[in-house]
């Protein structure tokens, strides 16, 4: 279904600034265009989603292409060169790239909505998975980094993955976030299969299992209960002493500007948290003040578990964070040697990936 969705990974990296020197990022869409082509050609371009989608290859892609391995600028530096270097091959791999960094991102709608023409599936349908999963990590997930890239990567057939980053400026770090659209469908429970980072802290978890009953409520709130008395309750637990929580805070929330948000909600009548999420206006204070009301005034507690484990693909010599995993070095070794064994066109030339190597020397 073109509509599921999975986040699959997540990596947090030092917040960088600067720019790629123009002879460094030349030479990375070409590398990534070369890497692109092997893989697709002999694995096809569902594996090539998948690796995409898989933080720990993202990152190997990154350092292979000559970037920093720790950096921030690894996602938006390797989403644009892949996007660039496969510029006119789209159509022949059957691989396609939208959005970016900044302002760029903003067109990934009409990027995706641009090559309609050339897909066997509504691009409707990519559209909204584009659109949820930067809502999810946005707002539903609430963690303090707000997404700055997104880049979306689908297929003809209507498959996708979404590789997005956000920053927090206190911490001076840049999560990023990797999602894969198959197997699962729903986007608001457990959408990631693994997420990876090097610091965890208390999150507001609306998509954690144990939020299942957060989210019954706070739709069923949105739905049916009218903008003005919503607004009173919030102004009305403004005089509790409540529990210091970073996420239970109104300090940042002013109920008489969400009453707009409110009343849009109450005209739709969503019928479960994923309709309420996907609303236009929906976003990050609304899911706040909601999951408040949900706790304090219906007593149902919402998940502050972060979902991040460490982001180290093999680990290290000295034993940090944990022991050189052989399996997974292995796999990894294995993977790339099958890649470039089966570049081979024949017994009387050489791999074609090394010679286009080659040419670069």
């Not at 064994?341 to 074609?352: F, M, N, S, T, V």
Request: proline share 4%.
């Amino acid at each position: 279904m073109a509509s599921s969705g999975q986040r699959t990974g997540i990596a947090n990296l030092p917040l960088h600034y600067g720019k790629v020197p123009p002879w460094l990022f030349g030479r990375m869409c070409q590398l990534a265009r070369e890497i692109t082509i092997v893989t697709i050609t002999e694995f096809g371009t569902e594996e090539m989603l998948r690796r995409l989608s898989d933080p720990f290859w993202f990152q190997a892609f990154g350092c292979v292409l000559g970037y920093d391995w720790h950096s921030s600028g690894v996602t938006t530096t390797v989403c644009g060169a892949m996007k660039e270097g496969m510029r006119g091959l789209e159509r022949e791999l059957g691989l396609f790239v939208a959005g970016g960094k900044g302002r760029t991102s903003r067109k990934t709608p009409a990027e995706i909505e641009n090559t309609g023409h050339l897909l066997k599936v509504n691009p409707s349908s990519l559209i909204y998975a584009s659109r949820m999963s930067a809502k999810v990590d946005n707002s539903a997930l609430q963690d303090s980094y707000q997404l700055y890239h997104h880049s979306f990567f689908f297929t003809k057939d209507g498959s996708w993955a979404v590789i997005q980053q956000g920053m927090n400026e206190v911490n001076r770090y840049a999560r990023r976030y990797h999602w894969l659209g198959e197997k699962v469908s729903d986007f608001v429970c457990e959408p990631e299969a693994a997420i990876c980072s090097q610091a965890r802290g208390e999150t507001l978890n609306l998509v954690a299992m144990e939020s299942a009953k957060v989210r019954e409520v706070i739709a069923q709130v949105a739905a049916e209960e009218k903008p003005d008395k919503i607004v009173g309750q919030l102004n009305r637990l403004k005089t509790l002493n409540l529990p210091r929580r970073p996420y239970i805070s109104l300090e940042d929330i002013h109920p008489d500007r969400l009453s707009k948000i409110f009343l849009t909600a109450y005209e739709h009548k969503p019928e479960n948290f994923e309709s309420l999420l996907a609303l236009e206006g929906v976003g990050a204070k609304t899911l706040r003040a909601l999951s408040l009301i949900s706790e304090l005034v219906y007593e149902t507690p919402v998940s502050l578990r972060d979902p991040a484990s460490y982001s180290f693909a093999h680990g290290g010599k000295d034993g940090y964070p944990y022991p050189v995993d052989r399996k997974t070095y292995d796999s990894s070794i294995q993977f790339l040697t099958q890649a470039v064994e089966k570049a081979k066109i024949g017994d009387r030339e050489k791999l074609e990936a090394f010679r286009r190597l080659r040419a670069w020397q």
